[in-house]
């Protein structure tokens, strides 16, 4: 269109009137124009969408959890348990959505089979320290969502907490496991053999 010609005339009204096509019977003056102005495409920034609005306030299930925690037990507690076993306890926010699962990782390792329970026994723990971390994955197994890895010491009673909670008596070794026989000690004799201590 910018190289094409430009045609003008006066009409029937006495009115100029400017065309690209010229009318048969009317005479007709050709304008010269000037080149348009060429300037370099302008590269724009992308547009950058704002984030999507969802009714109700329901969010899709890609989106990331806001909040991931362990209740219990607390970072750096000594849980006592003679059998082993201990319960974990997970919040989340938003809660578990569909197709997701909590996954206990203890010492760097899968622990326990992953859940939709917030509530978590676990079994056969060693004695000692370790630390606890929880994931959330979905159905792949992929890791949505994982905690910091956080300590916890596990006691069980032994022997000698027993004895000092409530020490040996005279009459409970050999009959309290941690009252052994061979730990009893001597009697003192008297001197006199009629007379006992």
Same mark, same amino acid.
């Given at each position: 269109?910018?190289?094409a010609?430009v045609?003008?005339?006066?009409?029937?009204n006495?009115?100029?009137?400017?065309?690209?096509?010229?009318?048969?019977? &009317?005479?007709?003056?050709t304008?010269?124009?000037?080149?348009?102005?060429?300037?370099?495409?302008?590269?724009?920034?992308?547009?950058?969408? /704002?984030?999507?609005?969802?009714? $109700?306030n329901?969010? /899709?299930?890609?989106?990331?959890? &806001?909040?991931?925690?362990?209740?219990?037990?607390?970072?750096?507690?000594? %849980?006592?348990? $003679?059998?082993?076993?201990? %319960?974990?306890?997970?919040?989340?926010?938003?809660?578990?959505?569909?197709?997701?699962?909590?996954?206990?990782?203890?010492?760097? &390792?899968?622990?326990?089979?992953?859940s939709?329970?917030?509530?978590?026994?676990v079994?056969?723990?060693?004695?000692?320290?370790?630390?606890?971390?929880?994931?959330?994955?979905?159905? &792949?197994?992929?890791?949505?969502?994982?905690?910091?890895?956080?300590?916890?010491h596990?006691?069980?009673?032994?022997?000698n907490?027993?004895?000092?909670v409530?020490?040996?008596?005279?009459?409970?070794?050999?009959?309290?496991?941690?009252?052994?026989?061979?730990d009893?000690?001597e009697?003192?004799?008297? %001197?006199?053999?009629?007379?006992?201590?």
């Open positions: 269109m910018a190289s010609a045609y003008t005339y006066i009409d029937a006495g009115e100029r009137v400017y065309t690209d096509k010229p009318p048969t019977n &009317q005479r007709t003056e304008l010269d124009i000037a080149p348009t102005n060429q300037f370099p495409k302008i590269e724009t920034a992308p547009v950058i969408k /704002p984030p999507p609005v969802y009714e $109700n329901a969010a /899709p299930t890609a989106l990331p959890y &806001q909040i991931l925690r362990i209740l219990t037990p607390e970072p750096n507690a000594t %849980i006592r348990a $003679n059998d082993r076993q201990m %319960i974990v306890t997970i919040t989340s926010e938003p809660s578990l959505a569909e197709g997701h699962r909590y996954r206990l990782i203890i010492d760097g &390792q899968p622990f326990a089979q992953a939709r329970s917030p509530v978590v026994q079994k056969d723990i060693d004695r000692g320290s370790h630390l606890l971390a929880v994931e959330i994955i979905d159905e &792949q197994d992929a890791i949505l969502e994982r905690t910091p890895a956080q300590p916890f596990l006691r069980q009673t032994t022997l907490d027993k004895r000092r409530r020490p040996c008596e005279k009459d409970d070794y050999g009959v309290r496991p941690e009252c052994l026989l061979q009893k000690p009697e003192k004799r008297s %001197i006199l053999p009629f007379f006992k201590p």
